[in-house]
Nanobody, 122 residues
Framework: QVQLVESGGGLVQAGGSLRLSCAAS????????MGWYRQAPGKQRELVAA???????RYADSVKGRFTISREYAKNTVYLQMNSLKPEDTAVYYC????????????????WGRGTQVTVSS
């Protein structure tokens, strides 16, 4: 079973930047898709960005041009560089892994990591 550990969250002022990391342990192939999600209080969890070696990247419209997802295959780690942060980006950020269709569309996973809190003050 894959274990996921997210880190890098914190409190930042609007306009600032943060870089999140997610280390995945277990059986991860280079073709596996990795994705970042977020859940704000009272809202459903949503996909923020996904990355696949074969299919490229996908971003939520709300973060396009501000967030960049990247991956270090040797370390089974995915990153999320977040620039020009806005108060509406405040949420707990999670990562997960799977097929492209599951990460991007179905978003059904057996387990999640603890996430990392991002708080953007106005």
């Amino acid at each position: 079973q894959v274990q996921l550990v997210e880190s890098g969250g914190g409190l930042v002022q609007a306009g600032g930047s943060l870089r999140l990391s997610c280390a995945a342990s277990g059986s991860i192939s280079s073709t596996t898709t990795m994705g970042w999600y977020r859940q704000a209080p009272g809202k459903q969890r949503e996909l923020v960005a996904a990355i696949s070696s074969g299919l490229g990247t996908r971003y939520a419209d709300s973060v396009k041009g501000r967030f960049t997802i990247s991956r270090e295959y040797a370390k089974n780690t995915v990153y999320l560089q977040m620039n020009s942060l806005k108060p509406e980006d405040t949420a707990v950020y999670y990562c997960n892994v799977g097929s492209w269709s599951n990460v991007v569309i179905t978003q059904s996973f057996d387990s999640w990591g603890r996430g990392t809190q991002v708080t953007v003050s106005s």
